[in-house]
């Protein structure tokens, strides 16, 4: 599929100007279907699909987390780590208001407001992952290495 043919979002934007490397797949995107949705169409394995999290503290302070598609976010671990009490979701109409992209294509490129964002440690070791490309159905392919440039994510451990 050419570029010509790739919807233009923020993510993409962000990344041209950042003269990342990376290639948009796109896919039939289910609802509810999540990263194994993505991952069976693409053909790829699910680790190396990469979740976009919103989350905020006890304080509603958000933050993005980056996660293995196959792994699920410690909010324990992750809350440890901050050194606040408590981490969970963000609802999802707050997530969109504070990323500008609708849940389920939410990317860690090009948000709305800035937010401090965290990375599962074992991301950076992959060969490449897929991100979402801040649309539904759009993945982009790159290397962790691309995307810790642009971003300067912290590592955690806080996979379950």
């Not at 995107?29 to 006890?58: C, F, N, W």
């Not at 060969?127 to 993945?139: A, Q, S, V």
Request: a positive charge; hydrophobic letters at 40%; charged letters at 25%.
């Amino acid at each position: 599929m050419g570029k010509d043919k790739i919807p233009m979002t923020p993510a993409l934007r962000f990344l041209r100007a950042a003269r990342a490397d990376f290639t948009p797949k796109e896919y039939n995107y289910e609802p509810k279907g999540g990263t194994g949705a993505a991952a069976r169409q693409l053909g790829v394995d699910e680790h190396s699909v990469i979740k976009t999290l919103i989350m905020e503290d006890e304080d509603r302070n958000p933050l993005v987390i980056l996660m293995h598609g196959d792994k699920q976010v410690s909010t324990k671990k992750l809350a440890r780590f901050l050194g606040v009490k408590t981490i969970s979701p963000c609802d999802p109409g707050r997530a969109g208001r504070l990323t500008g992209y609708q849940v389920g294509g939410v990317s860690p490129f090009g948000l709305k407001s800035r937010l401090p964002i965290y990375i599962e440690r074992t991301i950076i070791s992959l060969d490449k992952i897929f991100i979402n490309g801040g649309k539904r159905g759009l993945l982009l392919e790159m290397s962790p290495d691309v995307l810790a440039r642009v971003l300067t994510p912290t590592p955690v451990d806080a996979a379950v």
